[in-house]
């Protein structure tokens, strides 16, 4: 082999082993760089799960008192319609049996204007 071969074989080795070692390197940050990223992601999740959960408990506590709010006003307003419902049932159960006593005494009234059947009496013959 004459010396130009052996040194364009070289160049050639030379110039393969450094275009492979740019590209591991380059492979090789890259890696790098995604295992940073994901470990940036792992510390957003857990700064987003930490702040969700802290957001689900506080509204977890404001829905709880604003339910003890609406149940106490909601059986507040039962109470009071409870109350008028049973006044004015017992009005409307007098006034029937006001009207009961009236029909009794308005059937006795009537009764008397008819009078007792008149009984016709034939003479015998």
């Known amino acids: 082999m004459s010396a130009e071969i052996i ?7 030379g110039l393969l082993l450094a275009l492979g ?3 591991f390197a380059g492979f090789a940050w890259c890696i790098r ?3 940073s990223l994901r470990t940036d992601l792992v510390g957003v999740e857990t700064s987003l799960g930490t702040r969700i959960d802290g957001v689900e408990q506080r509204l ?4 709880d008192g604003v339910e003890e709010k609406l149940t106490a006003r909601i059986d507040g307003v039962e109470q009071r319609l409870t ?3 049973d006044g004015v049932e017992e009005k409307l159960t007098a006034r029937i049996d006001g009207v009961a006593a009236d029909v009794t005494e308005l059937k006795v009234a009537v009764a008397r204007l008819e009078g007792p ?4 009496i034939v003479a015998g013959r």
Do not use: F, K, N, P
Not at 7 to 13: E, G, K, L, M, N
Not at 60 to 63: G, M, N, P, S
Not at 117 to 120: C, G, K, T, V, Y
């Open 7 to 13: 040194t364009i074989v070289i160049s050639a080795v």
């Open 33 to 35: 760089r995604s295992d």
């Open 117 to 120: 059947q008149r009984h016709l």
């Open 21 to 23: 070692g740019t590209m």
């Open 60 to 63: 977890t506590a404001r829905i």
């Open 83 to 85: 109350a008028r419902i």
